[in-house]
């Protein structure tokens, strides 16, 4: 009896040990909020005696330090992490084969895809040759460190760095670059528990079958960060602010275009600290909303508000201009951005020359070219009504009493009229 309640009590110890499996998702290119968004849930995961922590890829890549700073959290997370590529149709390319091949477990959904890993320059450069190797070195050395970390294979983590190989779940397995292939996270659940894992504290035995799941979403503050990194984003802030600051600049004291505009400027530097911005792009559009803004106050007959169009869609097309399109201003947003802020400048070069065109129809401008009646004769000087006022007037022909005449000229408070021929 006592022998049974003796196993029974180690049974149930055993059971309470597991923690639950801790879940994330990482979509679309690794940023500075997805390195912050990953580690800040191995810290909890950690701090709440998680069993592990799944994390499920799905990128094309990213920026290097931010990959950087996930890779140097897993090697030395104190959590079992597995990197499921997942779902199907998900890839784990360019930045996203260093997390993969970091993690303690590495898995793979069918219809899944890695590789692809080979450095490029962000930001519109071009590498030189021998930049270009010593990239590639540094990456090939970094990748294959991880590699032999987590006893995987280097040589195809070497070649999909200088070759920029990719492969499918099968062929990945059969190379030895991750651990399971799994349909589902319950699926990879049962496959890896009882598997040991190296953590820098010493080995772990996994207890994942029937675990439970505990979603980690997002922030609201993370969020932002992740919507902020993205690049149409962050050029639709640009824009909009400088709209609001030409509004509020065109119009003082309106206020409300000044403060939103603000706001967007603010949000979108904060945004362009966190992308590969190519500077010259930056100048570029500031030159063509300069050129649109001088041709409402130059007369240019369009020539300026061409150059402000050419320069506005180069400097858009440069802005963030990447080897990958996962970093670049699409295509629509930049003809949207474009075609709409050509169209209401033309508009208001359209109505200034307009403007400018049209007889004035008050003040003293105002009176030239009316017509009245002389209410006295004119000889040379008289009283005439116009616009149902009596003026004083003077003519350089004869006018009689009740004849038409028209203004010609406005000096001081006296018109000068002439009569009009029937």
Not at 214 to 233: A, G
Not at 248 to 274: D, H, K, R, T, W
Request: proline share 5%; hydrophobic share 50%.
């Amino acid at each position: 009896m006592i022998g049974t309640l003796a196993i029974l009590t180690i049974l149930s110890v055993g059971i309470s040990s597991a923690g639950p499996v801790y879940e994330l998702r990482l979509e679309g290119a690794i940023s500075p909020a997805s390195a912050h968004f990953l580690i800040e849930s191995l810290e909890r995961a950690e701090r709440e005696g998680a069993e592990c922590l799944v994390v499920e890829l799905d990128t094309p890549g990213g920026l290097m330090e931010s990959m950087r700073s996930m890779v140097k959290a897993l090697l030395n997370s104190e959590v079992p992490v597995v990197a499921f590529v997942y779902p199907k149709g998900s890839r784990a390319a360019s930045a996203g084969v260093f997390v993969t091949l970091a993690a303690h477990i590495a898995a793979m959904a069918p219809g899944t895809n890695i590789g692809a890993a080979h450095p490029v320059m962000l930001g519109g450069e071009r590498m030189g040759k021998e930049m270009s190797e010593k990239v590639t070195n540094d990456a090939v050395a970094y990748i294959k460190a991880i590699a032999e970390r987590r006893g995987r294979n280097q040589k195809w983590a070497e070649d999909a760095v200088r070759k920029s190989i990719s492969s499918t779940p099968e062929e990945a397995l059969k190379a030895g670059v991750i651990d399971v292939i799994a349909e589902d996270l319950e699926e990879l659940l049962e496959k890896i528990d009882g598997r040991k894992v190296k953590l820098p504290s010493g080995e772990k035995v996994l207890h994942t079958k029937g675990a439970k799941i505990v979603e980690i979403r997002m922030s609201f503050r993370d969020k932002i960060l992740q919507t902020l990194s993205n690049p149409n984003i962050a050029y639709i802030l640009l824009i909009l602010g400088f709209y609001g600051l030409i509004f509020e600049l065109s119009n003082p004291g309106a206020i409300l275009p000044g403060v939103i505009g603000g706001i967007c400027i603010i949000l979108a530097f904060y945004a362009l600290q966190m992308l590969p911005v190519n500077y010259a792009g930056l100048l570029l559009i500031l030159l063509g909303l300069g050129l649109l803004i001088a041709d409402i106050k130059v007369p240019s007959y369009g020539l300026l508000t061409v150059g402000g169009i050419v320069s506005m869609t180069l400097g858009s097309i440069m802005l963030f201009r990447t080897p990958g399109s996962f970093l670049s201003v699409s295509w629509p947003v930049i003809l949207a951005a474009v075609i709409t802020t050509a169209a209401f400048f033309i508009f208001a070069i359209g109505m200034a020359i307009k403007a400018r065109l049209t007889k004035p129809v008050s003040g003293k401008e105002g009176l030239v070219g009316e017509r009245g009646v002389a209410r006295t004769p004119l000889e040379p000087s008289g009283m005439v009504l116009v616009h149902g006022e009596l003026w004083q007037a003077k003519s350089d022909e004869p006018v009689g009493e009740g004849e038409e005449v028209e203004v010609v000229a406005v000096e001081g408070l006296k018109l000068k009229v002439k009569k009009v021929d029937r």
